[in-house]
C-alpha cells in the first residue's frame, strides 16, 4: 500500500516537474524580480510622513508573513505594517520615537463580527492604506463546518472575510489613491484553478463537499476583485495563485490524514516549491511590475499574468455572487450572539 502510494506520489512529482519546466521557462528569475521589486519601492518617496501603510491579513504564517518581510525589507522599514511586529523584521529607523507603525490587530476571522470589529479599529487609525494583502486560510477534509453566523469556516476566511475587509478598508485604499500614490489590493488563493460554481447553491449549502468548496473560493475570489475593481476603477485588483510553497498550512491542518500526507508530499515536491519570502517575491512582483493599469487582475505563481486562463466568472454570476455575498454578511453581523459564547471566543 505505502510503495504504491510512493510510485504513484513519484509519478506526480514528475508529472509536476514536466509542467513547471513546460510552463516557467520563459520565467522571469528571481534576481530580475528582485530587482524589479526594489525598483519599485525605491521611486517612492521615503520621508516617514510619506510611509506607505500595508495591511496583512494572514501575515502571522507562510505567504502572508513572507509578504509582509519583503515589503519591510524593500521599504526599509519605512513603513507601516499592520499584523504583529516579528523580530527579524526591519524596524522603523531613527531614535524610537518615531510614529511608523508596527501593529497587531488580533481577529478570528470565521466570524464576520470579528472581520467588523478589526476594520473599524483599522480604519479609525490608518485613513489611507496602500496595500491590503489576504492570504488566511486552511486546509482541511471536513465537511461543511459553521460558526453560529451561517457560513463555512473555511469560505468564511477563503473569501467572506476577504470581501468584508476588502469592503470595508476601500475608503482608506481610495484615499491613498487619491493623493496620487499607489493603492492595491491581493488576495492569495488559487487563479486559475477554481471551477464552475452553481448558481443555485451560492454558498454550497446544499452542496458543499472539499472539492466544491475548493472550486468555488477561488472562482468567488476572481468575481470579488472584478466587482470591487468596477466601484474603484483606480486601484490595482489582484488574485494570485501562490504554486507549491513552504508553509505550515498542511502540517497544521485540522485534518489528522492532510497532517499526514503534507509529511509525504511537502518533501516530494520540494524541487518545485519555494520559500514564503521567495513567494513575497514573486506575488509582490505582481504589484510592481505585471499589474501595469489599475484594475482586476489574475496572477500565477511567479508573478505573471493569467488573463483569463481557466476562468469561471461572467456577468450573471458575478451580480449573483455579489448580491449572495451582501445577504450572507448582512445576516452573520445581525445573527444573535452565540449560545456557548465560550466555543468562539476571539483568537
Ligand atoms: N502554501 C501553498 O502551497 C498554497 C498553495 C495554493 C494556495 N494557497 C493558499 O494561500 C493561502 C495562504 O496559505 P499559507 O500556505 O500561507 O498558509 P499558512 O502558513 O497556514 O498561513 C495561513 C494564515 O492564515 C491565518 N488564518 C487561518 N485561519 C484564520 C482565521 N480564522 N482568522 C484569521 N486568520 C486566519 C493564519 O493565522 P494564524 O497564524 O493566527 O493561525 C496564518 O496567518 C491559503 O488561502 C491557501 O489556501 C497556499
Ligand atoms: C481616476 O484617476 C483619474 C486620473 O487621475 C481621475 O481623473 C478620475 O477622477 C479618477 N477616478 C475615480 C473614480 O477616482
Not at 513603513?79 to 511608523?100: E, Q, V, Y
Not at 512582483?285 to 505573471?304: D, F, H, L, M, Q
Request: hydrophobic letters at 40%; a positive charge; glycine letters at 8%.
Amino acid at each position: 500500500m505505502f510503495l504504491y502510494a510512493s510510485i504513484f506520489l513519484s509519478l506526480l512529482v514528475a508529472l509536476l516537474a514536466f509542467y513547471y519546466t513546460q510552463t516557467h521557462s520563459a520565467m522571469p528569475s528571481l534576481a530580475a524580480i528582485r530587482q524589479s521589486n526594489a525598483a519599485f519601492f525605491r521611486s517612492k518617496p521615503s520621508v516617514a510622513a510619506d510611509a506607505p501603510t500595508a495591511i496583512f491579513v494572514g501575515g502571522t504564517s507562510g505567504i502572508g508573513e513572507g509578504m509582509a518581510l519583503t515589503y519591510a525589507k524593500y521599504t526599509e522599514g519605512k513603513s507601516n505594517i499592520i499584523i504583529r511586529i516579528f523580530a527579524s523584521m526591519p524596524a522603523p529607523p531613527g531614535d524610537g520615537t518615531s510614529k511608523l507603525a508596527r501593529e497587531f490587530v488580533q481577529c478570528d476571522a470565521t466570524l464576520m463580527k470579528n472581520v467588523h470589529s478589526a476594520t473599524q479599529t483599522i480604519l479609525s487609525k490608518y485613513p489611507q492604506i496602500n496595500y491590503l494583502v489576504m492570504s488566511p486560510g486552511l486546509v482541511t477534509l471536513s465537511g461543511r463546518d459553521e460558526t453560529h453566523e451561517g457560513i463555512d469556516r473555511k469560505l468564511a476566511v477563503h473569501y467572506y472575510a476577504r470581501w468584508k475587509f476588502l469592503h470595508d478598508l476601500l475608503p482608506s485604499l481610495k484615499a491613498a489613491e487619491g493623493k496620487g500614490e499607489k493603492a492595491a489590493v491581493v488576495s492569495v488563493m488559487a487563479a486559475g484553478h477554481g471551477g464552475k460554481i452553481d448558481l443555485d447553491d451560492l454558498g454550497l449549502k446544499k452542496g458543499y463537499s472539499v472539492s466544491a468548496s475548493m472550486m468555488t473560493g477561488p472562482t468567488y475570489n476572481d468575481m470579488m476583485m472584478e466587482s470591487f475593481a468596477e466601484q474603484a476603477p483606480n486601484i490595482t485588483f489582484i488574485h494570485t495563485y501562490p504554486g507549491f510553497v513552504r508553509t505550515p498550512i498542511g502540517a497544521s491542518s485540522p485534518s489528522r490524514a492532510l497532517r499526514i500526507i503534507s509529511h509525504v508530499f511537502f518533501p516530494l515536491v520540494w524541487p518545485i516549491s519555494v520559500s514564503n519570502i521567495e513567494c513575497g517575491e514573486y506575488t509582490w512582483s505582481s504589484v510592481t511590475t505585471t499589474a501595469t493599469k489599475p484594475g482586476a487582475w489574475r496572477i500565477g505563481s511567479r508573478g505573471e499574468d493569467l488573463g483569463k486562463k481557466n476562468y469561471f466568472g461572467g456577468e450573471v454570476q458575478r451580480k449573483k455572487v455579489w448580491e449572495h455575498t451582501v445577504e450572507v454578511i448582512r445576516a452573520a453581523l445581525a445573527s444573535p450572539a452565540p449560545e456557548r459564547p465560550k466555543a468562539e471566543v476571539q483568537k
